[in-house]
Structure formats: C-alpha cells, structure tokens
C-alpha cells in the first residue's frame, strides 16, 4: 500500500489505475507460482535435454507473435482513443476489422508453416539426434496450428487492456498457465514423457481456455464490441496498421535482439544450456513482472490523456512512475541473495546455476523494467520512431554480436548484447519522454 500512496489523488484514471495495479498483484502472485512450478513439473515429465528442446522449438514457433504486423498495438491505441472520445460504434468497428485481419495473417502463416515443415530437418536445425526428427515435426505442427489460433483470440485481451482492464486481461491468461499446469500434473500420472502431449497441455490447453472466455465475455459485459461481419471497415486497416506498422518493425527487430537467444545457445552450448537460461531468466523476470504490473495500466491511461491534453496528469504521473522504479535495487538484492537457495528447492532435479550468471540476469531485468517505463509511456501516445531506429540498429548487429560474445563468454554473451538494447532504449526514451511533455519535441523527437 505505500507504493500506491504516492498516488493518492481524487483523478477516476489514477484511481482505475491503482485498482488494476492491486489485482495485477493479487494475479501476478499467482501466475509466478503457476509459472515456477511448470519449470520442475515440465522437466520431471520429460528430461532436461527434451526440455531444452522444447524451449527452443517453441521459441521458434512464438516468432509468429511478430507477424500480426503491430495490429494488436495499432488497435490497442485506435481503441482506446476511439472510446475516450465516446466513439462507441467506431470502436466496434475496430474490433471487427481486426479481426478480420488477424484471421487472415494467421490462418495464412499456419498454411505457410505446415507446408514447410515437411522440408525441416529439426535435427540439424537444433543439432540433436535424428531420431527426434518425426516427433518434431509433429510438435512444430501442433504448436503453428494452436498458436495460430491464440494470436487471432488474443485480440480481445488486447481490448480488455486498451479498456483499462489489465487485470482481466492478465487473469485469463493465468488461468489457461492454470489449466496447463493441472494438465501436466494429470498426463505425469498416467503417460511417459512426451513431447507432443507437453505442447497440447502448455499450448493447446490455454487456447480452449480463451476459446471460451472469449465467446462468454462478447456475450455478456462485452456485447456493445461484439464482432460482427457487417461491422468490417477496411478503410479502417490504414488507421490501424499506420500506428501498427511502426510496432511491427519495432517487434521484428527485437526478434533478431532477443529471440535468437534461445537458438544460439542451444548451437553453442547444446540443450541444457537453454534450460539453466531459462531458469535463471525466470527467476530475475520477477523483478519485470512487479514493474509491468505498476506500469501495464498506464498506457492506456496515457493514451486517454494524451487524446484529451492532459499534460501535467501526464508529467505528474511519470515522475512518480519514476519514482516507483527505484524499488527495483531492493528486490533484486533480496533476489541475489537467495537465489542458490531458492534454485535448490525450486527445482525437482540436481541442476548447478552459477553466482554470477544469477547476478548479470538481475543486472539485465534492471535494465529491461527502466526501459519499459519509457516504452509504455511512449506507446501510448504513440511516439515510437525513436524506439523503432534503436531496435533496428541492433537488429542489424546483435545476431553476430550475440554470436561472438557467445563463444567467448558462453551465456553472458547474450545477456550483455540485450542489456545494451536496453540501455540505450533507457537513455533514449528518457530523452524523448522528457522532449515531449516539456512541448520541446520536435521533427523525429514528436513521432
């Protein structure tokens, strides 16, 4: 509670802000228990070199989340703006060409990467015994099919947070981690390892878990948005993508900076290196995830004040923002310090995870929650060029970069390639928020 004293205010967005950010704890509390016990209870279903390659060859698949060419973010702030001005049919008619869109994209990439699955030799690719390559393919598959699907539904997520709803929206995604995690618990009971029944429990179970929520909600509390054919406006795809371009190139560049981290190590170090990574990163994430919950409400809630000129409940808020963020250096003390004990209760089998790999991952997830500050703020009154020029700049470099330090420094290769990503993005949205709600922004500065 005294985090959120230092927004005491009589303001309805402050006040709808600090209840998300209360229910986005109560939720995040319990995702990070779903999401901590998956580790062990993944791995003592399958071993940890298959665990390895699961990550990796889901890793692979979740590129796809780059291809919605920026629409969800497009459509989050054309939404958002759309019912700030009390545009009730406009905003329906962007939830149904979204749709429409979405369907389209991902309905023709699940084609795209069925058919050229045939041609993958998942053993090269992932440098692993050729014995997997059958029960590869038929995961690839599964994961294009269900994620395909997920992409398309998480629209309505996207709504609910563009409606300041953030911990509905994060609530649903928790309960499919849920549903996952009981599933697991079931098919260890009664099957052997296997890889195919893990991508229907981790990916197939949460798709039918949206599946539901979505259709239930579009009836309900939702009907006003309801998607309808009738309701598609493609002269509305230029508003939508025009924003949402400049997100999709910033979300093609970070998958050069980051989503290739997973694929070099398990080129580089093999398997298991995938799975100590992944270890130690979700452990740190908790430093991002207790940020993003005090920071995910705001965007929309700049978007709603940028649109109605509210500049000084804009500047008034990021400084407490600001102010909020300096709780990270505690956390990621009491993180460092009990990381070894932690990592030896948490997981179910004997892994060794270096001191010092635990404290660069802090350093990174430090570095990774300032420069979300200023992304979020920026996002939503969707100043982004600068953004974009930063990840495209290190899109070019970071894949040799992440390469070369790689082999040199094993796993601090890669950590060090993205914490520089982030740093710079840090030093350049401060420059720019700062530009911007002082009204000094100009030519690229205010785009």
């Known amino acids: 509670m005294k985090i959120l004293s230092i927004f005491k205010t009589n303001d309805l967005r402050t006040k709808t802000a600090q209840k998300n950010i209360i229910l986005l704890f109560v939720n995040k509390l319990l995702a990070v228990l779903v999401s901590f016990q998956l580790i062990p209870a993944t791995i003592g279903y399958v071993d940890t070199s298959q665990y390895g390659v699961w990550i990796a060859i889901s890793s692979i698949v979740s590129w796809m989340v780059y291809f919605d060419f920026g629409l969800t973010h497009g459509f989050r702030n054309s939404f958002a703006k759309a019912k700030a001005e009390g545009k009730i049919d406009l905003a329906k008619r962007y ?254 089998k004997n892994i060794q995870i270096d001191f010092w790999l635990s404290f660069a991952m802090g350093i990174h997830m430090i570095l990774l929650s300032r420069a979300n500050l200023y992304m979020f703020c920026l996002n939503g009154i969707g100043k982004v060029n600068m953004q974009m020029l930063v990840y495209l700049v290190f899109a070019i470099i970071s894949i040799p970069l992440m390469i070369y330090f790689t082999n040199l420094w094993g796993y601090y290769g890669v950590i060090l390639v993205s914490g520089l990503v982030y740093l710079f993005q840090g030093i350049i949205g401060d420059i720019q928020l700062r530009k911007i709600l002082n009204k000094c922004a100009y030519g690229i500065w205010n785009k």
């Open 95 to 348: 939830v149904s060409t979204s749709y429409f869109i979405l369907t389209v994209i991902f309905l023709s990439i699940m084609v795209i990467g069925l058919i050229a699955n045939y041609w993958l030799d998942w053993s090269s690719l992932l440098g692993v015994g050729r014995d997997l390559n059958p029960t590869l393919t038929k995961v690839f598959n599964l994961l294009v099919i269900f994620f395909s699907i997920q992409m398309i539904l998480n629209l309505f997520t996207t709504l609910l947070l563009a409606d300041q709803k953030p911990a509905l929206s994060a609530s649903l995604v928790t309960i499919g981690q849920l549903l996952s995690l009981i599933t697991i618990y079931f098919i260890s009971a009664f099957t052997k390892g296997s890889l195919i029944n893990l991508a229907l429990a981790l990916v197939g179970i949460p798709v039918i878990s949206l599946i539901i929520f979505t259709l239930l909600f579009f009836r309900t509390k939702f009907r006003k948005y309801s998607p309808s054919i009738k309701s598609i406006d493609l002269s509305l795809t230029k508003n939508i993508i025009g924003l949402g371009s400049k997100f999709f190139i910033i979300q093609l560049s970070m998958l050069f900076v980051f989503q290739f981290a997973n694929f070099i190590l398990i080129r580089i170090m093999g398997p298991e290196s995938v799975t100590t990574y992944t270890i130690v990163y979700r452990y740190f994430s908790m430093i991002y995830v207790v940020m993003g919950i005090v920071f995910l409400p705001f965007w929309s809630a700049f978007t709603d004040a940028y649109t109605k000129g509210e500049i000084n409940w804009m500047k008034t808020t990021y400084k407490k923002l600001s102010r909020i963020w300096m709780l990270v250096i505690p956390i990621f003390i009491i993180l460092l310090f009990s990381s070894q004990l932690v990592y030896k209760f948490w997981l179910a």
